[in-house]
């Protein structure tokens, strides 16, 4: 189950390095004056969309992961018991699971907009509106409310991650 979860992560992390690194200006919109910019509304929310998910998926999967070592060690899960139907849907789809119940609202509020800098992300459109009083934001109103709420997303992950591994040493040190 370890190793797949790291497939996961894997798999996550191509993603992320296509649709945002590679990808980058190109699904930003013409309009936007990015360098290379050739895209459209719709490729930026696509670019967006794959962005936060795979995001969030690797977030939540480096979390699962630390919390399943420390399972394995606290509880002596072996290789049969994480073989289970329902361990293994529960560790391999609640990161999907989290990163689709983040993202699929952001679409739909039309929240993925060009950052300013080189891809689509969460934005509101045009760029500055939320602080620019005389100027009315188009798109992704409350932009900085989902971008507050992904930072304490993986503000909480980071912590649960911190635990499990201060867990596990503890628990690896008790058994010696």
């Known amino acids: 189950l370890t190793t797949e979860v790291i497939a996961h992560i894997t ?4 993603f992320l390095a296509f649709w945002e690194c590679f990808l980058s200006t190109w699904m930003v ?16 929310e696509v670019q967006g969309f794959i962005g936060v998910m795979m ?35 529960f ?16 679409l739909i509020n039309d929240m993925y907009n060009f950052t300013g800098v080189y891809s689509c992300f969460i934005e509101e459109y045009p760029l500055g509106c939320d602080y620019d009083p005389n100027v ?5 109103a409350r932009s900085r409310s989902w971008q507050t709420g992904l930072f304490l997303a993986v503000a909480i ?3 649960v991650i911190i635990v499990s591994m201060c867990l596990l040493v503890r628990d690896i040190r008790n058994q010696e």
């Open 91 to 106: 560790f391999l789809g609640l990161p999907v699971a989290v990163a689709l119940a983040f993202a699929t609202p952001l």
């Open 29 to 44: 919109p013409k309009d936007s004056f990015a360098y290379l910019a050739a895209g459209n509304t719709t490729t930026c």
């Open 157 to 159: 992950c980071t912590v």
């Open 136 to 140: 009315v934001c188009t798109r992704g």
């Open 11 to 14: 798999l996550a992390n191509l």
């Open 55 to 89: 995001f969030i998926t690797l977030e939540s999967s480096y979390t699962i992961l630390s919390v399943l070592y420390w399972i394995m060690v606290a509880y002596g899960w072996t290789e049969e018991k994480t073989q289970r139907l329902k361990i293994r849907c």
